[in-house]
């Protein structure tokens, strides 16, 4: 596709005019998004978007980056069979934690004063191929903080025709690439100039890598390296190598199985996500280990979004077994017995709990790996979590092997999978015993509805917390039996298939036999909640009984909420509690008591986020 427009002179009373090529075009924007970001002022860059609005993504992603001048940019035409009306593509781009942010990728348009950014491409919109397998040969060299990777990722065609965009972090830096089992020319962008493209190209533009073809894409073969050498998330370091965020070339981070092969210094452990294998029977070229260095591999059956390597001088601190499979945790440097076995016997635990009510875990053992500067991240078959937590959430890390691994979570539209898993954990198997359902509560004032909340940790971590709360109401009202069957068929029919708050709905609908359609609107889609407050309550005493009638009205919403909420009627030690329905903005509700109450109150824990009024005394 030629994205150039011809050079005509232009003649005005005598004068010859020149009219911008589209290539003009593209390197007047560059030149003005690199002086803006360099400024490091927001409104320098908002002046260069057509809507201001547009760039809030941008300037909200580079604050927690450090600010604008961490961002970088780079400027291609729009790829071949992507819609070609707009002068080409702005990346905004950085380096991303795993399950964090994303760089934002923005048309550039035509304006009367020059070029604009226009509308951002979405990460999740729709392309023409997604990534079946990835074969991963992945190369550790902690003496000089690399990690080297060639990369096989067999594509299969969906529809349309537009080449395929595939992210990875800007860190990782192409050095060859072959297209079909072609070799093919590979353009890396620059700061300094937009490139200009023909068909068959492979480009890396900061963020991003474009296979230039319409054309159907069977394979692509890439090589690339990256320098980590310390961030707490990522590194590669004579302590340790953590390779999690962003290193596989993704579509949309669709889930996709794996081999990896990795070679590390021998006195290491080293994991991926799967089984060992054998790597001679893994289809990876013949190689011998160099001098000092060791060769493990893994496959990977199950898709997943999120492939990883982590090594380590890792030493066995302790192991079990749950249900006929190994467990064990490993430990940085000399292990800690003690602290091993608290781990694993918490994961013997979980382990049993979860496969008792969800179905079988799909990997031959579990392993839990202590870091010392990495927070924390599921694995499926392993998870890697900081030495100071790594007796505090490997139930959770767990559970994501059936809720963001059986049933993935791309982290690119909603995070469904941390709710869920939040609820699994903190309330079913451990209680409530962390608050989880009161962290719900105090997401009140958030604005912004669960299928929003794309990025974990923002927000005070609301989508663990909220999430968790409207599971339990859920629980409350189709019952934990509909709820436990709901989750069970979820992680055995959505495997492979990228999986949001939307698409669990059908589940519970088929446990429970309810529409739960409003319940979606209402809790999961929706960020506005009621404040309910008993308005008035009286009491008789007739027929050696007590009658208390309570009028409750909600307020703050458009529409009146259906809710289940909990009444408390009280007198000194004595109380008691009755669980009534509304959906009408004030209800009366009797409630009977074999004493004299003096008090009415409202409880709505685990039931309807919303806020409550203070208890009332009740009047004869």
Not at 551 to 564: A, E, M, N, Y
Request: with cysteine; glycine share 8%; proline share 6%.
């Amino acid at each position: 596709m030629n994205h150039r427009i011809a050079v005509a002179p232009v003649l005005l009373l005598g004068v010859s005019f020149w009219q911008p090529t589209s290539q003009d075009l593209r390197a007047e924007a560059l030149h003005k998004l690199r002086l803006a970001l360099g400024s490091g002022i927001e409104r320098n860059l908002q002046t260069e978007f057509a809507r201001a609005q547009d760039s809030a993504y941008l300037i909200e992603m580079a604050g927690r980056r450090g600010g604008l001048t961490r961002v970088g940019v780079k400027v291609i035409p729009t790829p071949p069979g992507w819609p070609d009306d707009d002068l080409g593509w702005a990346v905004f781009h950085a380096f991303h934690g795993i399950q964090s942010d994303h760089d934002p990728l923005h048309t550039l348009i035509r304006a009367a004063e020059g070029p604009r950014v226009g509308r951002e491409i979405a990460e999740a919109a729709p392309q023409s191929s997604r990534v079946r397998h990835a074969s991963l040969d992945v190369t550790l060299l902690p003496s000089t903080n690399q990690v080297r990777v060639s990369a096989r990722l067999d594509l299969e065609r969906l529809n349309g025709e537009k080449a395929p965009v595939f992210r990875l972090n800007d860190a990782y830096v192409l050095s060859k690439a072959s297209v079909n089992g072609e070799p093919a020319r590979l353009v890396v962008a620059s700061s300094e100039s937009a490139p200009e493209l023909k068909q068959g190209d492979v480009v890396q533009a900061g963020g991003i890598v474009v296979v230039w073809s319409s054309a159907p894409v069977r394979s692509v073969e890439l090589e690339y390296v990256a320098k980590l050498s310390g961030t707490a998330s990522e590194k590669v370091t004579s302590a340790a190598a953590y390779v999690t965020s962003n290193w596989v070339p993704t579509l949309g981070r669709q889930p996709m199985t794996t081999t990896t092969r990795i070679t590390h210094p021998e006195e290491w452990l080293a994991f991926s996500e799967g089984e060992p294998a054998d790597p001679a029977k893994l289809g990876f070229p013949p190689r011998n280990p160099p001098a000092g260095m060791r060769i493990v591999a893994f496959k990977n059956d199950l898709p997943i979004s999120f492939p990883k390597v982590v090594a380590g001088p890792y030493q066995l601190a302790a192991e079990t077994e749950a249900n006929g499979k190994p467990i064990r945790a490993y430990h940085l440097g000399p292990p800690d017995a003690a602290r091993g076995k608290q781990q694993v016997d918490l994961l013997r635990r979980g382990m049993e709990f979860m496969e008792a009510r969800f179905g079988a875990f799909p990997y031959s053992s579990y392993s839990l790996l202590e870091a010392d500067t990495y927070y924390g991240i599921e694995s499926y078959s392993y998870t890697l979590l900081n030495r100071s937590i790594s007796t505090r959430f490997p139930v959770h890390e767990l559970v994501h092997t059936w809720f963001g691994g059986m049933a993935p979570c791309s982290y690119t539209k909603d995070t469904w999978n941390e709710g869920v898993t939040q609820y699994v954990d903190s309330v079913l198997f451990d209680g409530n015993r962390d608050g989880t359902l009161q962290g719900g509560l105090r997401t009140l004032d958030l604005a912004k509805p669960l299928s929003q909340m794309a990025l974990p940790h923002l927000d005070g971590s609301a989508t663990y917390f909220r999430g968790a709360f409207v599971m339990k109401a859920l629980e409350a009202e189709i019952g934990l039996e509909a709820v436990l069957a709901g989750l069970k068929a979820l992680a055995a029919k959505r495997r492979g298939l990228d999986t949001t708050w939307a698409d669990l709905r059908p589940f519970f609908e088929e446990a429970s036999g309810k529409d739960l359609a409003w319940f979606w609107r209402q809790w999961i889609e929706n960020a506005t909640f009621p404040m309910l407050q008993i308005v008035e309550a009286q009491k008789v005493f007739r027929d050696g009984s007590w009658g208390t009638w309570v009028q409750v009205r909600q307020t703050g919403v458009p529409t009146p909420f259906r809710l289940r909420i909990e009444v408390t009627l009280s007198a000194g030690t004595k109380s008691t509690k009755n669980i009534v329905e509304m959906s009408k903005a004030s209800e009366l509700f009797r409630i009977d008591s074999d004493f004299e109450p003096t008090s009415a109150s409202l409880n709505v824990m685990g039931y309807a986020l919303a806020r409550t009024g203070e208890a009332v005394p009740i009047r004869k």
